[in-house]
C-alpha cells in the first residue's frame, strides 16, 4: 500500500504531533516512511506544512496532484494546499460550516471528484475543553467516516505511544469523540 | 518510541538529523559540539537524547560559536578520539579559517564535520554550497540523499577521516536534515580511548616552509581517496543499464530521491539511465567519464550550485547550470525537477512530457489574495517592547541589527541592517566612523541577542571601545537561544545536556570590553526604557563620553512561559479606540486584530499572554487594564 498524505495549518496547531502520530501508524502497519517537516522561523507563527509518504517512496516530498488525503486544520491553509491532493483524493477540512468555504473552488473538487468533508474539530475539541485537541479530533473523525485505510485501534496504540502522560487522557478522549462523530456520518452522508 | 524489530533489526522513524545524530553515536564518536542553527539544530539534542538512553559517556558541547565548536572537536581529534562538529552552511564560513589550516594538518581521531546547507533559502542569508567549502579546504565530501543514507555516511566519514588522517564534511541539505524516514538502526560501535596527543610540533605547529609539505601531502591523500571513490559501490552507482537509453543524468543528494520517485511514476526509466553520486568530491572522474561516454547527452542535476559539474573535465556532451538548463538559484523541489525534465527531453526528441504549470485550481486560489503569513515576534516577545521603545525614543537612528528572532523587529520598522552574527556592532560602529570622518555624529542603535553577543558580540565591542566609537547597544537579553530551538547561553550557566556550566553574566563581560555606560531594564517598562534610551543618548554625544549599553532582560516567554503567567496584567480595547491602526503598524502584536464590522482594533484571547505591554502602544490610551 502507498498513501501520501499532507498536514496543513499555522504553527501552534499540532502539525507536527499530528506528523508523528501518522509516521508511527505507518510503522505500526508494517509500511515504509518518507517525509518531511517545517522546522525553524517558519513556526513564529507561519503557515506549517508536514508531508507524508507511507509505503515505496525515495523522496520526502510529495507533488502536486499527488496526494492522497489531505487533513487541513485551517481555512486558508486548505486553499493553499489544495493543489496537492489529486483528483478523487479526499480532504477533512477543519471548519465550522461547509457554506463559509469558497463556492468556485468547491465546484472545481466536485469536477475533480475529491471527497471534501468539512467538520468543526475546533467546537468539537471545545466540547471536551480543549480546542488545541483538534487535530486529533479531526483525525478520529477521519477514521470514523471509513473513508481513509487506518484503524481505530491502531490509532489508538500510536497515541498511547507518543502521546506526552499529561496529554494522554485527552488525546484518547479527543480521539474517540471525532471517531464516532464521523461513524455516525460515515462514507455518504 | 515506536519500534519494529525484524530479527535483530531495529527501525525508527527518525528526523535526518536525529539519524545524523544515530549515526554519530553508532561510531563510537567521543565528543560532539556544535552552535546552534537551523537547519542543524536537533542534531545536539538527539546526541543528548541517545547519551541518556544508552548510558552513554560523550562529552556533547553547546559551543559559544562555530569556530570554537570546530577547534575543540579537532583537539579530541589530535588525541586520538573521534569527534564531531555540527553547525549551519553559514557557520561553516566562521569555522573557516581552523577548517582551511587543519586540512593541511590533519587529524589522528575521525573528525567528521557536518555543515547542513539551506537551498531555498528557507531559514538563511545565503545559499552557499557547503561542497565548494570541502573542495576549497581540500577535504572530501559525503552528501546524502536521505536519513538512512545520512546515518550510514556519518560512520563512513568517520572510518575515512581516521584511515586518510584528514577531516571528512558531510553536507545533509534542508530536506534530508528535516526530512522524516523509516530508519534501520544498527548497534553501536565501542571504542575504548584515553586521550594521548602525541607531540609533534613540526605538524601541530607547522612552519609556512613545512606547510608547503603539507600541502604536497594533502594533494597526494586526496588522490588516494579519489580512487577509493572510483571504485566504491555503495554511494555512487547507477540506475538502470539500457542500451537504449541516449540521456544519462548525474545526481546526488535530495535531487536523486526526488528524481526517483518522479521517472517511477511517470514510467520514464527506460528512457533514462542514472549515476548516482555521494561523493562529489574528489570527484571520481573516470566514472563519470565512462558515464557520459555511453550517452548521447548526460544532465547534471545537483543542488545547490555547480560542484559537481564544474570538476567534469570534458563538458562536451553535459547540459547542466553552466548551459543554462538548471536554475541559478533556489530549491529544486520535485515539481521543478520535472519541468527541467520535460525542457530537456523536449529538446532532445526523447518524450513529450507537459510541463507543471499553474492549474486551474491555482488560479482560483489566487483570486482568493490570500495574506501570506509571514513571521512574527510573537505575542508577549519582550524582544517587541524593546524595538516599541526604540524606535519610539530614537525615531530617526540608523537601527543595525542581527541574526535571531530579532530580526523580525523588521517589522516594527527598527531594524535597518541583518549582515551575519556579530555584525549588529560591527556595522554600528562602522556607521559611527563613516559619519564622524565628516563631522557628523547621528544617532545609532545596534541591536543584538544574547546568545549572538557571547557568538560574537565581544570582539566586536572591544575592538568598536578602543577605536573611540560611539553608539548605543542595546542587547535584547531573554537568556535563550530561541529561533533555533531553545538551546541554553553561556549566561544561563546549563551545558548541552543539562549539567550545570559556569555561568558567564553579560554585564560583566560587556564591562570587561571597555564599556563604562551600562544600565540593566526590563522591557516590559516600555515608558522608562524610553527615557533610559534617551539619557543613553546624551551619553553618546557627551565629551566624555562612549559606547552606551543597555541590556534588555526579559525571559523568552516561549521557553519560560511561567514567569509570563506569574503576574498577568488582563488588558482591553475601550470606546476610546477610533481605528488608527498605530498599534498595528508599529507594535504588530499578532494578538491584536483589526475588526472591520466595528471599525476598531480587537484583541484575539487565543494569543494574547497578558502581558499588558500594549497599553503602552496606544496612542490615545485606549487598551486599559482590567480593573479587577
Not at chain 2, 235 to 250: F, P
Not at chain 2, 492 to 514: F, H, N, Y
Not at chain 2, 536 to 560: E, L, S, V
Request: with cysteine; glycine share 8%.
Amino acid at each position: 500500500m502507498n498513501v501520501q498524505i499532507i498536514l496543513a495549518g499555522i504553527g501552534g496547531q499540532g502539525i507536527l504531533f499530528s506528523s508523528k502520530v501518522f509516521s508511527e501508524l505507518g510503522l505500526k502497519m508494517g509500511l515504509d516512511i518518507m517525509g518531511s517537516e517545517t522546522h525553524g522561523m517558519s513556526q513564529r507563527g507561519g503557515s506549517v506544512i508536514a508531508h507524508l509518504k507511507l509505503g515505496k517512496f525515495q523522496s520526502p516530498l510529495i507533488r502536486k496532484g499527488n496526494a492522497d488525503i489531505l487533513y487541513s486544520f485551517e481555512e486558508n491553509e486548505t486553499y493553499n494546499t489544495l493543489r496537492f491532493l489529486k483528483s478523487r483524493g479526499i480532504c477533512f477540512v477543519n471548519l465550522e460550516s461547509v457554506d463559509q468555504f469558497n463556492k468556485s473552488i468547491m465546484k472545481f473538487l466536485k469536477e475533480q471528484e475529491i471527497t471534501f468533508r468539512a467538520y468543526d474539530a475546533t467546537g468539537a475539541a471545545s466540547k471536551i475543553g480543549s480546542t488545541r485537541s483538534a487535530n486529533i479530533v479531526l483525525i478520529g473523525y477521519s477514521v470514523g467516516t471509513g473513508l481513509v485505510p487506518f484503524k481505530y485501534e491502531d490509532l489508538k496504540y500510536v497515541l498511547e505511544l507518543v502521546s506526552r502522560k499529561k496529554n494522554l487522557k485527552i488525546n484518547l478522549k479527543a480521539l474517540e469523540l471525532g471517531f464516532k462523530e464521523g461513524k455516525l456520518i460515515g462514507k455518504n452522508p | 518510541m515506536n519500534m519494529r524489530k525484524t530479527g535483530h533489526e531495529e527501525v525508527r522513524v527518525l528526523l535526518g538529523n536525529v539519524a545524523i545524530a544515530r549515526g554519530i553515536v553508532e561510531a563510537g564518536c567521543h565528543v560532539v559540539t556544535s552552535y546552534p542553527g537551523t537547519p542543524s539544530s536537533e542534531i545536539v539534542p538527539a546526541v543528548v537524547e541517545f547519551k541518556k538512553e544508552l548510558g552513554l559517556s560523550t562529552y556533547i558541547e553547546w559551543s559559544a560559536n562555530e569556530k570554537v565548536a570546530y577547534d575543540n572537536a579537532l583537539a579530541a581529534s589530535l588525541t586520538g578520539k573521534r569527534a564531531a562538529v555540527a553547525m549551519k552552511q553559514v557557520g561553516l564560513n566562521v569555522a573557516s579559517d581552523s577548517l582551511m589550516s587543519s586540512a593541511y594538518t590533519g587529524v589522528i581521531g575521525g573528525l567528521v564535520i557536518i555543515s547542513c546547507d539551506d537551498p531555498g533559502p528557507h531559514s538563511s542569508q545565503t545559499e552557499q554550497d557547503s561542497r565548494f567549502f570541502a573542495m576549497f579546504a581540500k577535504i572530501p565530501a559525503y552528501d546524502p540523499s536521505t536519513p538512512q543514507e545520512a546515518k550510514e555516511m556519518v560512520k563512513e566519514a568517520f572510518e575515512l577521516s581516521e584511515k586518510f588522517q584528514i577531516p571528512v564534511l558531510l553536507r545533509p541539505t534542508i530536506r534530508v536534515s528535516h526530512a522524516k524516514q523509516s530508519v534501520k538502526l544498527s548497534p553501536l560501535k565501542v571504542l575504548d580511548r584515553e586521550a594521548n596527543f602525541e607531540k609533534n610540533p613540526e605538524r601541530w605547529a607547522a612552519t609556512p616552509k613545512y606547510r608547503l609539505v603539507l600541502h604536497k601531502k594533502l594533494n597526494e591523500t586526496l588522490q588516494k581517496i579519489r580512487e577509493r571513490f572510483e571504485s566504491d559501490t555503495k554511494w555512487n552507482y547507477e540506475v538502470g543499464k539500457s542500451r537504449r537509453a541516449s540521456l544519462g543524468i548525474i545526481t546526488c543528494s535530495v535531487s536523486f530521491a526526488n528524481l526517483m520517485d518522479i521517472l517511477e511514476e511517470l514510467n520514464l526509466k527506460k528512457h533514462i539511465n542514472i549515476l548516482k553520486v555521494g561523493t562529489p568530491y574528489p570527484l571520481p572522474q573516470k566514472r563519470i567519464a565512462d558515464f557520459i561516454e555511453r550517452h548521447k547527452k548526460v544532465l547534471i542535476i545537483e543542488e545547490t550550485d555547480s560542484v559537481i559539474e564544474s570538476q567534469i573535465i570534458d563538458k562536451s556532451k553535459v547540459l547542466g547550470r553552466l548551459t543554462g538548463h538548471i536554475p541559478l538559484e533556489g530549491e529544486l523541489d520535485p515539481d521543478g525537477i520535472h519541468n527541467i525534465l520535460a525542457e530537456v527531453l523536449r529538446e532532445l526528441g526523447i518524450a513529450n512530457l507537459e510541463k507543471i504549470t499553474d492549474s486551474k485550481l491555482d488560479k482560483l486560489v489566487e483570486k482568493l489574495k490570500l495574506q501570506v503569513r509571514k513571521p512574527t515576534l510573537c505575542a508577549g516577545c519582550p524582544e517587541r517592547a524593546a524595538f516599541f521603545a526604540i524606535k519610539k525614543a530614537l525615531p530617526k537612528a540608523i537601527y543595525a541589527s542581527d541574526i535571531g528572532c530579532y530580526t523580525l523587529g523588521l517589522n516594527l520598522k527598527a531594524v535597518d541592517t541583518v549582515l551575519d552574527m556579530g555584525a549588529g556592532i560591527t556595522l554600528a560602529s562602522g556607521f559611527y566612523q563613516a559619519y564622524h570622518q565628516d563631522g557628523k555624529d547621528i544617532p545609532i542603535v545596534a541591536t543584538m541577542g544574547d546568545s549572538r553577543f557571547y557568538h560574537s558580540g565581544t570582539v566586536s565591542l572591544l575592538n568598536a571601545v578602543y577605536n573611540n566609537a560611539r553608539f548605543i547597544l542595546v542587547i535584547l537579553d531573554n537568556e535563550i537561544t530561541a529561533m533555533t530551538g531553545m538551546q541554553p547561553t553561556p549566561g544561563l550557566g546549563i551545558t548541552a545536556d543539562g549539567s550545570a556550566g559556569r555561568k558567564i553574566p553579560l554585564k560583566e563581560l560587556i564591562k570587561g570590553c571597555g564599556v563604562k555606560w551600562i544600565k540593566t531594564i526590563d522591557p516590559y517598562e516600555v515608558k522608562n526604557l524610553v527615557k533610559l534610551l534617551k539619557e543613553a543618548k546624551r551619553y553618546t554625544q557627551r565629551k566624555d563620553g562612549g559606547i552606551a549599553t543597555i541590556i534588555a532582560r526579559h525571559p523568552c516567554i516561549i521557553r519560560f512561559p511561567e514567569v509570563c503567567e506569574e503576574s498577568p496584567v488582563k488588558v482591553e480595547i475601550t470606546d476610546d479606540c477610533n481605528g488608527c491602526n498605530y498599534c498595528l503598524d508599529f507594535f504588530e502584536c499578532p494578538a491584536l486584530y483589526f475588526d472591520e464590522e466595528r471599525n476598531i482594533v480587537e484583541i484575539d484571547r487565543n494569543f494574547c499572554v497578558d502581558c499588558g505591554v500594549c497599553i503602552d502602544a496606544c496612542p490615545k490610551g485606549a487598551i486599559i487594564p482590567i480593573k479587577k
